[in-house]
């Protein structure tokens, strides 16, 4: 069982910049495939970037692409996304979630963090 804890929202305006954070307890997540979600009003949640254990890459919406970056750090078994260039169409709740082994489903989830864009 592992425990996730996002940290880092806020609201911030166009063109700025934050840096969330998903702290992890339970167990170590270095081979787990850690990604964020973000679920804006009204909307579905989608993908936005994830960090893949077993190949040591990551991935990013196109939405996002050389906006924001994921990376993790395992000896404090968190991961953080740092996002740049922010746009109000990023404002959303964003949650981690970790899948592991990298195999099937995300089993477990973050309560998740607001994040605002001002225009």
């Known amino acids: 069982q592992v425990r996730l804890v996002e940290s880092g929202g806020g609201l911030v305006q166009t063109g700025g910049s934050l840096r969330l954070s998903c702290a992890a307890s339970?167990?170590?997540?270095?081979?787990?495939?850690i990604a964020w979600f973000r679920q804006a009003p009204g909307k579905e949640r989608e993908f936005v970037a994830a960090?893949?254990?077993?190949?040591?890459?990551?991935s990013y919406a196109d939405s996002v692409k050389g906006r924001f970056t994921i990376s993790r750090d395992n000896a404090k078994n968190t991961v953080s996304l740092q996002m740049n260039s922010l746009k109000p169409e990023d404002t959303a709740v964003y949650y981690c979630?970790?899948?592991?082994?990298?195999?099937?489903?995300?089993?477990?989830w973050g309560q998740g963090t607001q994040v605002t864009v001002s225009s």
């Open positions: 979630a970790a899948n592991h082994l990298g195999l099937g489903e995300y089993e477990y």
């Open positions: 339970g167990r170590t997540i270095n081979r787990d495939t």
């Open positions: 960090s893949i254990w077993s190949t040591s890459s990551t």
